[in-house]
């Protein structure tokens, strides 16, 4: 009953004509820490497989994002771990978001940012990250657009 009931609100959202992920970045110290917000249809289209709580499952989507956003600090490149993750509404539209977690090995003066989630299934993707350096809350954008596969690199 729960199934079908969770089954009937996936598939009765109305379509979105937009290809979005929003990401909120933090950067303390050598810690970052992000929040991904993506279409959870859009990204069942790029796994190619439903997403949900099971293991298997968030192992696929880890390992996609690990794949698909990536950090680099002062010229070393970030592995990044998958904390947590899980479905959520936005408005009318389901939604799956993860929380992931790099380390660099001193505080970051430069990092470089590749957002490149679902380029490869949509030629419209758009991709924002909200970036805000710890202390002092200095706050920048960046925007990824499918197609354009340059790193950004932010100065702190």
Do not use: C
């Amino acid at each position: 009953m729960i199934f079908a009931l969770a089954a009937s609100l996936l598939f009765s959202a109305p379509p979105h004509n937009l290809h979005v992920a929003h990401t909120r970045l933090v950067v303390e110290g050598a810690v970052m820490v992000a929040r991904v917000r993506m279409f959870r249809d859009d990204l069942q289209k790029a796994l190619k497989q439903p997403v949900g709580d099971d293991a298997t499952s968030k192992a696929a989507v880890a390992a996609y994002v690990s794949r698909t956003f990536t950090l680099v600090a002062d010229g070393a490149t970030l592995t990044g771990d998958v904390l947590d993750g899980g479905a959520d509404m936005d408005g009318d539209q389901p939604i799956w978001w993860v929380i992931v977690q790099w380390k660099a090995a001193r505080p970051v003066k430069a990092l470089g940012v590749k957002a490149h989630l679902m380029f490869e299934t949509f030629n419209d993707q758009q991709n924002i990250v909200m970036v805000a350096k710890q202390p002092g809350d200095h706050r920048q954008s960046l925007y990824f657009q499918a197609g354009d596969r340059a790193e950004q690199v932010l100065k702190f």
